[in-house]
């Protein structure tokens, strides 16, 4: 059996060689079945079919399926923990937002509280002022009432004096006579029906 280079392969095509194994091209390699469906090498096949099955079978059960169900086993245990502190974590929160909500109300209550109460005092103190002031006021008008009635008083006592005066010094000037103040006096009462 020769060797022949690929250069030579495919430059003497007219001997008939293949071209990507360089054999001639009538020739094949072995000439016989395919191996695996040789019926003379089956058993010698199935025997090492049979041994690579249970290598493989002892490893599988001995070493990796107790590895993998550890590995699952941890994770199982991992996410049941997990799970647990979530489950604590949210029971935590919740009894926080339980008591913040609690405290919220609370606070709104002593606010709605104090903020009635400081109402309550406002008013109060409103109404204190109003009632001082309305007997400032009342006490004002009845002094002012008092001082009206003791000048209207002086002035009507006033008026009949004056009134005498004027009627005494008219009957002097027009009449050129001199009139008692008696006269005087019980004319203007005759006059004003008194």
């Not at 059960?61 to 550890?70: E, K, Q």
């Not at 109402?119 to 006490?139: C, F, N, Q, V, Y």
């Not at 002035?155 to 005494?168: G, H, K, Q, S």
């Not at 006579?177 to 004003?192: D, Q």
């Amino acid at each position: 059996m020769s060797v022949v280079t690929p250069a030579q392969a495919q430059s003497d095509p007219a001997e008939g060689t293949h071209s990507e194994t360089g054999l001639p091209g009538g020739e094949t390699h072995g000439g016989g079945v395919f191996p695996p469906f040789d019926s003379s090498t089956f058993a010698s096949q199935l025997l090492w079919l049979a041994i690579t099955f249970g290598l493989f079978y002892l490893l599988m059960s001995r070493v990796i399926v107790p590895r993998i169900g550890g590995i699952l086993e941890h994770r199982r245990d991992r996410i049941a923990q997990d799970l647990d502190e979530a489950s604590r974590l949210k029971e935590e929160a919740d009894n926080a937002i339980a008591a913040y909500e609690q405290e919220l109300a609370d606070a709104r209550k002593k606010a709605s509280a104090i903020a009635e109460t400081a109402r309550e005092k406002a008013k109060a103190a409103a109404e204190a002022e109003r009632a001082s002031t309305e007997a400032g006021l009342s006490a004002k008008m009845a002094d002012a009432e008092k001082s009206i009635f003791a000048i209207k008083a002086k002035a009507l006592a006033d008026v009949d004096t004056i009134a005498e005066e004027a009627a005494t010094d008219m009957v002097k000037h027009l009449l050129g006579g001199s009139v008692t103040k008696a006269e005087v006096a019980a004319a203007i009462r005759a006059a004003s029906g008194k």
